[in-house]
Structure formats: C-alpha cells, structure tokens
C-alpha cells in the first residue's frame, strides 16, 4: 500500500489529536500493549517518534541518508548499534521485542526508509491510542481492511517506547474503537 503525500499528512493530524469518529474507516486493527511506564509517557513517545518519521516522510527524499536530528533521542539510543545512553525502559523493550519477534534490533536509517511514501511495505497507518480500566492500552491502526500485513516496524516501536507486551493485530469493525473511546474516558 503505497501512503498518498494527503493520506500522511492525515496521519500526522491523527498522531496529534484523536481523529474524530465519523472520520473513522469501517475496519480498523488494534494491539493489545503493557507498558512498563506511566501510559502518558508512553502515549508522548509513540506521537513524538510517528511525528517525526511522518515528518521525514513529508519533506525528505528517501534515496539517501534521512536526517536524524528530530527524532527523539532515546529511539535513536535503542537502535542497532545499541548506545550505552539508551534508557532502561528502551532497553527493556529491545530485549521483549527480540524474544517476542525472535529477531534482531532495528537499525535507525531501516526503521525510518519503513516511512517512505512510495514504498509498499508499511501496511499501516496511525489512527489512535487508548488506554483501559486494567492499564493496558490498545494502539489502533488503518489497514485498509487487512488483517495480516507488514508492521514490525511498529512493535519495535510499540516496545521500545515502554512495552513489556505486545499482541495482536486484531481486526473489528469500528465499533469496537467506538466502545474503546469511551472507556478511556478521553472521548
């Protein structure tokens, strides 16, 4: 599925505010998270790095090295080569990424070219975050109806930002992010 330049820059709006629920596409997937951190935090990181890879992905040519002074440093830290100032929290979701995936770290430069508007591989696009009664939270995504596709790029991203779990996707009508909004009381 190649991203439309419009399609990311609605993504990008997605990633700063919720999206409104009659904007919402029929289907959308969602993944079961545990952070190990406060789920504000967590929330921070997630947005902050999708903004500044969506960022990437409206301003740059992806036929060389992408700039790499807007994303956040602790990403940047976790990434193969791992730093010795990657933050315990990244650390820890490297490790639960590696045994859950049962692969090695993302390089930075790969996880970024994952954002290229005219590449087919990023089965995803950002929709929302919400968050439980039990402190869990779900990540939701547009798959444009999919339920199996590319997204190993977001479970890194999923644990390195604080996750010590991450399942699914899960594929359900819109409803049930209906129902999510209104359990995570943001709505």
Not at 11 to 37: H, I, K, M, N
Not at 57 to 72: G, H, K, Q, R, Y
Not at 120 to 149: N, P
């Amino acid at each position: 599925m190649m991203h439309e330049i419009e399609d990311i820059e609605q993504e990008r709006l997605r990633v700063a505010r919720r999206p409104s629920a009659q904007d919402a596409p029929p289907v959308l997937c969602w993944f079961d998270v545990t952070p190990t951190v406060p789920l504000g935090a967590y929330a921070d990181r997630m947005r902050s790095l999708l903004d500044a890879a969506l960022g990437l992905a409206l301003t740059e040519e992806f036929d060389d090295t992408l700039p790499e002074d807007s994303i956040p440093e602790w990403f940047a830290a976790v990434c193969e080569p791992l730093s010795a100032d990657a933050p315990d929290f990244a650390r820890r979701g490297r490790e639960s990424y590696a045994a859950a995936i049962q692969g090695g770290p993302w390089r930075l430069q790969g996880w970024l070219y994952e954002f290229d508007p005219e590449s087919e591989t990023r089965g995803w696009a950002w929709w929302d975050l919400t968050r439980s009664a039990d402190g869990t939270a779900q990540i939701w995504v547009d798959t444009w109806g999919e339920s199996f596709f590319a997204c190993d790029e977001l479970r890194w991203l999923a644990y390195v930002a604080g996750a010590a779990e991450v399942s699914g996707p899960h594929l359900a009508k819109v409803e049930r992010w209906h129902e999510a909004l209104v359990g995570d009381g943001r709505s």
